[in-house]
Protein backbone atom coordinates (compact mmCIF):
# COMPACT_ATOMS: atom_id res chain seq x y z
CA UNK A 1 0.00 0.00 0.00
CA UNK A 2 1.67 3.00 -0.72
CA UNK A 3 1.22 6.33 1.57
CA UNK A 4 2.66 9.71 -0.61
CA UNK A 5 5.55 10.66 1.08
CA UNK A 6 6.21 7.10 3.22
CA UNK A 7 7.51 4.38 2.72
CA UNK A 8 5.36 1.21 1.21
CA UNK A 9 3.34 -0.41 4.01
CA UNK A 10 2.13 -4.48 4.00
CA UNK A 11 -1.41 -5.03 5.02
CA UNK A 12 0.05 -6.14 8.87
CA UNK A 13 0.64 -2.68 8.94
CA UNK A 14 -2.12 -1.27 8.11
CA UNK A 15 -4.43 -3.21 10.02
CA UNK A 16 -2.39 -2.27 13.01
CA UNK A 17 -2.83 1.32 12.32
CA UNK A 18 -7.11 0.49 11.64
CA UNK A 19 -7.05 -0.70 15.14
CA UNK A 20 -4.77 1.55 16.31
CA UNK A 21 -7.31 4.21 15.10
CA UNK A 22 -10.55 2.23 16.34
CA UNK A 23 -8.61 1.73 20.08
CA UNK A 24 -8.96 5.53 20.48
CA UNK A 25 -12.02 6.04 18.76
CA UNK A 26 -13.26 3.56 21.84
CA UNK A 27 -10.78 5.44 24.64
CA UNK A 28 -12.55 8.97 23.58
CA UNK A 29 -15.92 7.28 24.14
CA UNK A 30 -14.85 6.08 27.40
CA UNK A 31 -13.66 9.28 28.23
CA UNK A 32 -17.39 11.10 27.27
CA UNK A 33 -18.82 8.80 29.89
CA UNK A 34 -16.24 9.46 32.58
CA UNK A 35 -14.14 6.16 32.67
CA UNK A 36 -10.92 7.55 32.76
CA UNK A 37 -9.24 4.03 33.85
CA UNK A 38 -10.34 2.27 30.81
CA UNK A 39 -9.76 5.15 28.48
CA UNK A 40 -6.07 5.13 29.71
CA UNK A 41 -6.08 1.22 28.78
CA UNK A 42 -7.22 1.97 25.54
CA UNK A 43 -5.26 4.32 24.99
CA UNK A 44 -2.17 2.21 25.94
CA UNK A 45 -3.43 -0.44 24.03
CA UNK A 46 -3.59 1.32 20.98
CA UNK A 47 0.33 2.31 21.58
CA UNK A 48 1.09 -1.23 21.29
CA UNK A 49 -0.56 -1.52 17.61
CA UNK A 50 1.36 1.79 16.86
CA UNK A 51 4.58 0.40 18.36
CA UNK A 52 4.21 -2.69 15.90
CA UNK A 53 4.04 -0.64 12.68
CA UNK A 54 7.16 1.53 13.74
CA UNK A 55 8.95 -1.33 14.75
CA UNK A 56 8.74 -2.73 11.03
CA UNK A 57 10.39 0.77 9.95
CA UNK A 58 14.34 0.60 9.09
CA UNK A 59 16.56 2.31 11.52
CA UNK A 60 17.18 5.32 9.01
CA UNK A 61 13.18 5.71 9.14
CA UNK A 62 12.60 5.94 12.18
CA UNK A 63 15.54 8.05 13.05
CA UNK A 64 14.26 10.38 10.54
CA UNK A 65 10.57 9.68 11.86
CA UNK A 66 11.31 11.32 14.99
CA UNK A 67 13.85 14.24 14.07
CA UNK A 68 10.59 15.41 12.43
CA UNK A 69 8.23 14.75 15.56
CA UNK A 70 8.01 18.70 16.46
CA UNK A 71 6.62 19.23 12.84
CA UNK A 72 2.53 17.85 12.54
CA UNK A 73 2.19 17.27 9.06
CA UNK A 74 -1.85 17.97 9.34
CA UNK A 75 -3.40 21.12 8.74
CA UNK A 76 -6.21 21.00 12.02
CA UNK A 77 -7.70 23.43 11.19
CA UNK A 78 -9.69 22.11 8.43
CA UNK A 79 -10.31 18.84 10.15
CA UNK A 80 -13.66 19.46 12.17
Given amino acids: MEIPGMTTIDRTMAGELWQAFTTLSDAQELIALGDSDR ?16 S ?11 L ?12 K
Fill in 39 to 54: ANEEINHAKRHLHEVF
Fill in 56 to 66: KLSDDEQREAM
Fill in 68 to 79: DTWLCTLNLQEV
